[in-house]
């Protein structure tokens, strides 16, 4: 009998002490149907850390640096699209009593270096934030040095990005950038269009309102000519008017922002939907292997769950 008793007070314990915790906690009435749903997403979270965790132990640990130390990544856990805002050159030459131009150039070879590195990793997509639409505000001698050394640096990489066999895509405005930038990046996109497995894109001229807002002229010209109607549109249609049309995968799994900056500035508006923000103090001219691999190891701590569960 008392043994009887024990199981009955025992069961009721564990349905009531969830039901008091859920009534409390978020101010919802106690119901069996609300005992049960806190019980199965107690259960989930739990399955699902179970889950990662086989990924961690049974993944491919990725191997970084010269000596090949395994630098705790895997394989498995690792992002498609790395996007990266380059926040810092500026700053950084003047701590180094330099000029803005030099700043630049130090940011564009790391911007290579970084790239390079996320390939060996196995991340197939890298794009870079590299000149906003609303950078045309700063001085015009910065912008023409900013032109300048884009030109010479993408023309100069040319058979670089074709023996390690990188596909080179500029997405942006474009319509006002120099006529010779223009040619050089028109011979870059037909000179490794063909590349499949490493992608660079350059967002240049670009601004994340400008994309959604001409994806929408886009679709509003289609639907007067009759080729599609209201019920056809949703996101995938949507995806296919933005400038990331051009990438495998258009929606970045991790965002990085250099120099302590924490926000997004205008940047990937709809493709950051569900991104992982990855905010670092160093300027970019100094974000080294090091800091990338902290990046990635921190978004592979983490639970992406797209909205779907708490």
């Known amino acids: ?34 005992v049960l749903g806190f019980i199965k997403l107690i259960t989930s979270r ?3 850390e179970e889950e990662r965790n086989e990924k961690r132990d049974e993944g491919t640990y990725v191997n970084v640096g010269e000596e090949g130390t395994t630098s ?57 934030f590299a000149f906003s639409t ?31 066999e990188i596909r080179v895509s500029v997405i942006g405005n474009l319509e006002k950038i120099p006529e010779s930038l223009l040619r050089t990046i028109k011979e870059l996109k037909e000179s490794t269009k063909s590349y ?35 019920e056809d549109v949703d996101e995938t249609l949507f995806e296919g008017e933005l400038v990331t049309k051009c990438a495998e995968f258009p929606s970045p799994d991790l965002l990085i922002r250099t120099s302590g900056e924490q926000r997004i500035s205008n940047f990937f508006l709809w493709q950051l939907a569900y991104t992982e923000l990855f905010f670092s103090p160093v300027l970019w001219p100094d974000f080294n292997e090091d800091k990338l691999l902290e990046a990635l190891v921190s978004y592979q701590c983490r639970e992406r769950r797209f909205g779907r569960r708490l």
């Open 1 to 34: 009998m008392v043994s009887l008793f024990s199981v009955v007070f025992t069961g009721l314990a564990l349905i009531l002490i969830p039901g008091l915790f859920i009534s409390w906690r978020l101010s919802v009435p106690i119901s069996f149907k609300n």
């Open 46 to 48: 739990h399955d699902d």
């Open 72 to 128: 705790g990544l895997v394989r498995e856990l690792m992002p498609r699209h790395v996007a990266v805002i380059m926040d810092g050159n500026r700053r950084w030459a003047e701590r180094g009593g330099l000029l803005t131009l030099q700043g630049h150039e130090a940011g564009a070879k790391r911007l290579l270096e970084f790239a390079d590195l996320c390939f060996k990793l196995g991340i197939e997509t890298v794009s870079a």
């Open 134 to 164: 609303e950078n045309w505000g700063r001085q015009k001698v910065e912008v023409n040095c900013l032109m300048f050394l884009f030109e010479r640096y993408l023309s100069s990489k040319l058979q670089y990005f074709k023996r390690e």
């Open 196 to 230: 499949k497995k490493k992608h660079l894109i350059l967002a240049i001229d670009y601004s994340g309102r400008f994309d959604i807002l001409q994806a929408c002229k886009n679709l509003m010209k289609k639907s007067q000519q009759g080729l599609i109607s209201e």
